[in-house]
């Protein structure tokens, strides 16, 4: 019958859901536990996700195999071994399956999920979580521990560093620790000549903060001794005197006039 197969599948399903919702509240509960207890020893407190995960894992993994047809049928007394039967026989058609099925339909409407979910018992463990919320931000903000022990057992580094085994195995490099990445300044040696390299950047930005004192020179004065004038006497040369008087006579008329 497929609506009893549906069934089935809805009562595997719910109580998943159920076991997975108690998994994920104790899983809460056991890593704010280990949590506190680390961070009042100061021992890396955040280590508490390793046993919480495998503690979720675990859990789930071991109630999801559980067969759920016993469960239902622990807490309800009518249902005893006529669920078994008739899940055994689900594929099974006959008239006496069929009514068996069909029973049993009507009365698992009778059956709550209170009857698998503890409310009392998970409503304490959330109060719990919280409580222990409020413990941890408390102790963390306040630095609260009983013993240090990390700065306890701090020594083991100094001890295990003057073990045999580890003074003879040198694997480790040593590291230039000093602010000073340039090192010693030196002279680059080419072959039997010693040269002094300097590289000056490339800047075109002028710096008036450091000018210095300005350099005197001396000039040499040279002017030229004598100035003549000299006429163009190569023009009159080139000229007849007989035009150079009538030229002279012109101007003087109209200097006249």
Do not use: C, W
Not at 101 to 118: P, T, Y
Not at 196 to 201: A, E, L, M, V
Not at 204 to 213: I, L, N, Q
């Amino acid at each position: 019958m497929k609506n009893f197969a549906n069934l089935i599948n809805e009562v595997n399903r719910t109580l998943n859901e159920i076991f997975l919702f108690e998994t994920l509240i104790h899983t809460i509960l056991l890593f704010l536990v280990v949590y506190l207890f680390l961070s009042l020893f100061n021992l890396y407190p955040i280590s508490a996700l390793v046993p919480a995960a495998i503690y979720f894992v675990l859990s789930a993994y071991s109630k999801f195999r559980k067969n759920k047809i016993r469960i239902v049928e622990g807490k309800y007394s009518p249902l005893n071994e006529k669920l078994r039967t008739a899940a055994d026989n689900i594929n099974l058609e006959n008239p006496v399956v069929d009514e068996l099925q069909s029973e049993i339909m009507q009365d698992i409407k009778n059956v709550g999920i209170a009857e698998f979910l503890q409310t009392k018992n998970i409503s304490y463990k959330v109060f719990a979580s919280i409580i222990l919320s409020f413990i941890i931000v408390f102790t963390s903000t306040f630095n609260i521990q009983l013993v240090d022990l990390k700065n306890l057992f701090g020594f083991l580094p100094e001890v295990i560093e003057k073990l045999p085994i580890r003074r003879g195995a040198n694997v480790f490099v040593e590291v230039n620790t000093t602010e000073d990445i340039y090192g010693e300044s030196s002279l680059a040696v080419l072959g039997n000549r010693e040269l002094d390299i300097k590289i000056q950047p490339v800047n075109f930005e002028v710096s008036v903060k450091d000018t210095g004192d300005i350099e005197q020179k001396q000039f040499d004065e040279i002017f030229p001794k004598d100035v003549e004038i000299k006429g163009a006497t190569a023009l009159e040369e080139n000229v007849p005197q007989e035009q150079q008087e009538l030229v002279k006579s012109y101007f003087k008329k109209l200097a006249k006039g």
